[in-house]
């Protein structure tokens, strides 16, 4: 689609390129402030990802923390989510809800955290190791982390959102994994979820058209064992059909003239683990 329609908010002017937003300067700047903090949560609780910690706790510091740093945490109430962050340990493979379990040696740990700064959401999402984790689970969670960054390479002017969830695939599926097909990453910004949805499996040269302004998250889920997951009867929390484990990164980014900015990247270089 080539047609733009101009939408005022406020004081900013935003482009539409069909559904999905052409953000300015000043979301630009909005959206860093709110990556920035979502990457300082998620960099203040590494040392607090411990054996006989409960996932409660962590949530309770990532309430904290979004609220010191002058943010509301965007799923505190989200569709009737009643908690800060997303913790999903093992074969959970996204939206484990925070309780009084507690994390054991060996775990693999993704921490979702999305704080709401000023109207603009920084959605991001690291991967956690507690004590001695085996070799073939940090392989999981190292190249899960690959994916993501091989995804964000393809985020540029002239490619297609279908040309990320290609090479995430490609990659995933070089190493034998599973990619979860039911979950995507989602256009971000003054909307927690909004178009265009941007899945980790695909084919290259499929979908929008990537433009400048354009936000949106890439978060691939990734299985040690087969793609397919099934939901608890919580409602929430998503688990891989054959309990293997899953592992998750995710960053909010916004295409620029060149490439892309990552919104969400830590300021302490504390980008996969191990983080110690
Ligand atoms: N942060 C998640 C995402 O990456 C969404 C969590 S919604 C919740 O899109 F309600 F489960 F918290
Ligand atoms: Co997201
Ligand atoms: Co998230």
Redesign the pocket.
């Known amino acids: 689609m080539s047609e733009y329609q101009i939408v005022e908010h406020e004081n900013e002017t935003l482009l539409r390129d069909g559904t999905i937003k052409l953000h300015g300067p000043q979301a630009f700047e909005g959206m860093r402030k709110a990556g920035r903090l979502a990457a300082m949560i998620l960099d203040e609780i590494a040392p607090l990802v411990q054996p006989g910690v409960t996932t409660a706790s962590i949530d309770d510091k990532v309430r904290e923390l979004t609220l010191e740093g002058g943010a509301v945490p965007?799923?505190l109430g989200?569709?009737g989510?009643a908690?800060s962050?997303?913790i999903s340990i093992n074969h959970v493979v996204?939206?484990g809800i925070p309780s009084e379990k507690t994390f054991k040696d060996g775990d693999i740990v993704n921490i979702?955290?999305?704080p709401l700064l000023d109207g603009w959401h920084g959605?991001s999402?690291r991967m956690y190791l507690v004590g001695d984790v085996p070799l073939k689970a940090r392989r999981l969670v190292d190249v899960t982390h690959e994916c993501l960054m091989i995804g964000i390479a393809q985020a540029k002017p002239g490619n297609r959102v279908g040309d990320i969830g290609a090479a995430i695939q490609a990659y995933a599926e070089s190493n034998r994994y599973g990619v979860v097909r039911e979950?995507c990453?989602?256009g971000?910004g003054r909307l927690?979820?909004d178009a265009p949805e941007v899945v980790h499996a695909g084919r290259a040269g499929t979908g929008p058209l990537l433009r400048p302004g354009m936000f949106f998250?890439i978060?691939p889920m990734i299985n040690l064992g087969k793609p397919p997951v099934k939901l608890l009867s919580d409602g929430?929390t998503a688990v891989t059909r054959d309990k293997s484990f899953s592992a998750q990164f995710?960053h909010s980014i916004g295409i620029t003239e060149d490439g892309c900015e990552i919104f969400t990247l830590s300021p302490k270089g504390l980008h996969k683990p191990p983080y110690a």
């Open positions: 965007a799923t989200y569709r989510y908690h962050s997303c996204c939206h979702d955290v999305t959605d999402s979950f990453g989602h971000v927690f979820h998250t978060e929430w995710e």
